[in-house]
């Protein structure tokens, strides 16, 4: 961690900007309504090859939530993101943790792999720590969904030049 890597296209989409449009909370079912409840994506800051495409991750033992990973442009085929999914997985393990690292993986008292009669036990409260052991699936945002989700507030969350950012430090200074 904290390695220093050259600057990629993907790096200008705004990272605040995609958390805002994308880590919105909604109620997840994975079967049926009594298994539903809060839940809010994540998107990472690890990001690889030139980061304009992302990829959503979601592990067998905490779906529907999913985290978010900026991918090369190029990983849209499943081969390809199966060639490197380890290398996402380990990147989110690194960034949010690893879920359940101590627990069992079946609970014998609620006859569930989510417990509730002990609260350490739920992977859910330890969100966004990734619990991948069970595997995971993974699926695209869409450049037009993004797109549609930022709306007209698209220009406010774009960054900002340099030259921008400079002029209204020095007008912070001089007021």
């Known amino acids: 961690m904290g390695e220093r890597r050259e600057m990629v296209i993907g790096d200008l989409l705004n990272l605040q900007m995609l958390k805002d449009v994308i880590e919105v909370e909604f109620i997840g079912s994975l ?3 009594g298994d539903s409840g809060p839940m809010t994506p994540y998107v990472c800051e690890a990001s690889f090859g030139d980061g304009l495409h992302l990829l959503t991750i979601s592990t067998i033992n905490q ?3 999913y985290h978010v990973v900026r991918v090369d442009s190029t990983w849209e085929r499943d081969d390809t ?3 490197n999914i380890d290398d996402v997985i380990y990147a989110i ?3 949010c943790g690893r879920a ?3 627990v069992e993986p079946y609970c014998s008292n609620c006859l569930d792999s989510c417990c509730t009669c002990r609260p350490d036990y739920e992977t859910r ?3 966004p720590a990734i619990e991948a052991d069970g595997g995971c699936s993974w699926g695209h945002i869409r450049w037009d969904w993004l797109l ?3 709306g007209g507030n698209a220009a406010e969350c774009l960054p900002r030049s340099w030259a921008e950012i400079y002029l ?3 007008n912070s200074e001089a007021a």
């Open 148 to 150: 549609k989700a930022i």
């Open 63 to 65: 779906r529907p939530n």
């Open 168 to 170: 209204s430090k020095i």
């Open 93 to 95: 393990e690194d960034e």
């Open 125 to 127: 409260e330890d969100w």
């Open 100 to 102: 359940g690292r101590d």
């Open 81 to 83: 993101i199966y060639e």
């Open 31 to 33: 079967w049926v309504e």
